[in-house]
T-cell receptor, first 124, second 106 residues
C-alpha cells in the first residue's frame, strides 16, 4: 500500500533554514508529482508547493516563493523541501501528499495518500 | 490567485441530520474542486475530487455537486464519525487554495 512519511521537523530559530524529507513507497514514485501542504497550530490547511513527477516543474504559494525550494530524488523515492529564511509564520505541521494521477496528466491535486505530518516550530 | 470562501465556518448538527457546506470560488474553476475531511491530529482525508466524484471507500452518504464558482458538500444521515472539519480545495491551476474550513460539531 501507499505510504508517505515526512521527517526533518523540529525547532528552528527565525532566519535559519531547515530541510524536510518525504519518503514514499508502495507506488511507482517517478510517475507521480508530490504536494506539500501545511497547517499552523489550530488553523486551516495551506497548500505550499508541488513538484512534478520528473522534477521539471515546481510551483509555490506566494507566502513561500523565493524562500522554499522543492526537489526530488527519484532513485531514493524522496522529495525534499528546503525552507530558508524561516519566520514564526512558517510554524506548522507540514504534510506531503501524492498527486492524483501519473505524469501530472489531468487533475493536479493531492490524492488521498498523505503522510502523518511533521511539526516545524520557528521560535527564538 | 483564486480565493475559496467556505460557509458556514462552523455548524452544529445531530446524528441522523443532513448538512450542507458551501464553497465559492472567486472565479470560475470548472469542476476542479476537491473536498477533504480532517479529524484532530490526523492528516486530511480526501472525500471528493472533480467536484462530485466520490473517493473510493468513502460512504455514499457523502455527496457533492457544483461547477464554475459554487460548490456544495452534503452529508446525509450524519454519523458520529462524521464530526470533523471539512475543507474545499480548488485545483484549476497554481497556486491551489483551500477554503478556510467548516467545523462540524455535535
Amino acid at each position: 500500500q501507499v505510504q508517505m512519511e515526512e521527517s526533518g521537523g523540529g525547532v528552528v530559530q527565525p532566519g535559519r533554514s531547515l530541510r524536510l524529507s518525504c519518503a514514499a513507497s508502495g507506488f511507482t514514485f517517478s510517475n507521480y508529482g508530490i504536494h506539500w501542504v501545511r497547517q499552523p497550530p489550530g488553523k486551516g490547511l495551506e497548500w505550499v508547493t508541488y513538484i512534478s513527477h520528473d522534477g521539471n516543474k515546481e510551483y509555490y504559494a506566494a507566502s513561500v516563493k523565493g524562500r522554499f525550494i522543492v526537489s526530488r530524488d527519484n532513485s531514493k523515492k524522496t522529495v525534499f523541501l528546503l525552507m530558508n529564511s524561516l519566520t514564526e509564520d512558517d510554524t506548522a505541521v507540514y504534510y506531503c501528499a501524492k498527486d492524483h494521477g501519473p505524469g501530472g496528466i489531468g487533475w493536479v491535486v493531492p490524492s488521498d495518500d498523505w503522510g502523518q505530518g511533521t511539526l516545524i516550530t520557528v521560535s527564538s | 490567485d483564486i480565493q475559496m470562501t467556505q460557509s458556514p465556518s462552523s455548524l452544529s448538527a445531530s446524528v441522523g441530520d443532513r448538512v450542507t457546506i458551501t464553497c465559492r470560488a472567486s472565479q470560475g474553476i470548472r469542476n476542479d474542486l476537491a473536498w477533504f475531511q480532517q479529524k484532530p491530529g490526523k492528516a486530511p482525508k480526501r472525500l471528493i475530487y472533480g467536484s462530485w466524484s466520490l473517493q473510493s471507500g468513502v460512504p455514499s452518504r457523502f455527496s457533492a455537486s457544483g461547477s464554475g464558482t459554487e460548490f456544495t458538500l452534503t452529508i446525509s444521515n450524519l454519523q458520529p464519525e462524521d464530526f470533523a472539519t471539512y475543507y474545499c480545495l480548488h485545483h484549476t491551476g497554481f497556486p491551489l487554495t483551500f477554503g478556510q474550513g467548516t467545523k462540524l460539531e455535535i
